[in-house]
């Protein structure tokens, strides 16, 4: 799919935008990951436990930032996948995720091994998330 | 507070079957449209023997809906409730498909207790070796927790 591409330091790769998500997501989230923390989908569980309200998944976070690794490494290419989770998303807040090739190298069968920082942000320039992947397309 | 003994136990052995609804249902919240991880028709188009994990599938196995694995963490002393996911990271080796069978036993191979603004708490890091039907290690899973202290 992106072997084609020929992939190189400081390229920017082409991020996507999902949002604004709903909290019927975060309850979509929790039945589809098997993850029913009530944080992720209980108001009043949430305040009690000191946060403004409920907060989504980080793996819903890291989710997308998968769809991100595998849209440029295809379903098969990855060979490390690695997030961080830096501030909560809320209801309402929209994401922006999208990444930089750090280092490329090609290998002898003409195919690229690379790794990339990734991020994933709301609305202003808060990070929700930071990762790496290393991959081979 | 989580017994500092834990320390190196494992938990399991797991065995969990990746099944087509999970990759499906995972695919369809994370908006990833692919055809290959919604029809077997068109993963075997693309040459794939199955629908394809996604990249974070593993994790559903390795913890949030390993019933037997939470129910061994609130007995430690790291209910579900007070969890909160600070890190993944993970190691592919081979590919995974729907229907594989998978086995591991994770490990807790960190535990540090710490002091925040809000009182104690504490982080735990489980590290998973998820092993084929033919004791393949395909995926090397790490995880870093925090363990909210008790409210009030």
Redesign the interface.
Known sequence: MAASRRLKVGDTIPGFTEGPLAPELFVAYAAASGDYNPLHTDPSFAQAAGLDGVIAHGMLVMGMLGRLATDIAGPNGLLQFQVRFRAPTRPGETLHVGGTITRAESMSDERIMFTAELWARGDGEQLKAVGTMMAIV | MIDPANLGRTFGPYTVTVERE?IR??A?????T?P??HSVEAAQA?G?PDL?A???LA??YG????SALLAELEAIGAP??R??????????HL?IFAGDELIAAPELVQLEQKTGK?GPFEVLTLETCWYNDQSELVLTDQLVVVV?GE?G
């Open positions: 999970h249902a995972l369809v919240t994370l908006g990833e692919d290959i991880y693309a794939l394809p996604p990249p974070t994790t559903r913890l949030w809906a390993n579900l409730p969890l909160l996911h600070g890190e993944q990271s993970y190691e592919y590919p809000s909210r409210e």
